[in-house]
């Protein structure tokens, strides 16, 4: 931040009706993030890719008591829709941990990210700053992403 300052690599804009610092150290700050953020949806579609196939060829609560045959007893056809229905909340479990797990570490990024975006500006301009520091929100959201794919009773 003070040689940053020194050497006028941050200064004032204008935005609106606001003055915000910028300069190149919060450009590649804004970088970093916008790659982490990618690299976690990569990953997620990655890992999730089967879970999901799997989830979405999984017939739902409604749809158990007319694939099995009359034949079977009521106990069986209990048993069976029983254990069908327990294996899809465990998927659901862990679909849904995978993605606030990754929403929690993104949004941890942000919050360390303007932590320190915070001290450097302050360090920068030896003044108190509040306003005019460029605050970074995540766009990614567990619940958008479920919705994008399908899956929305999977975070609801």
Same mark, same amino acid.
């Given at each position: ?31 970093? +993030? ?56 465990? +998927? ?7 993605? +606030? ?27 108190? +700053? ?27």
């Amino acid at each position: 931040g003070l040689a940053d300052s020194l050497t006028h690599k941050t200064d004032f804009r204008t935005k609106g009706e606001k003055n915000t610092l910028s300069g190149g150290y919060y450009e590649h700050v804004r970088r970093e +993030l916008q790659t982490l953020e990618a690299a976690q949806v990569a990953w997620l579609n990655k890992s999730l890719g089967p879970k999901i196939a799997e989830f979405k060829a999984m017939p739902r609560a409604s749809d158990y008591g007319d694939s099995t045959p009359r034949s079977t007893t009521g106990a069986r056809r209990a048993a069976r829709r029983a254990a069908a229905q327990g294996k899809r909340r465990e +998927l659901i479990a862990s679909i849904r941990s995978e993605l +606030l797990t990754a929403e929690g570490e993104i949004n941890t990024a942000y919050c360390t990210a303007n932590a320190a975006l915070t001290r450097y500006g302050k360090a920068s301009k030896f003044k108190v +700053l509040d306003e005019e520091i460029p605050h970074f929100t995540a766009v990614f959201s567990a619940a958008d992403y479920a919705k994008r794919l399908g899956i929305e009773e999977v975070v609801s």
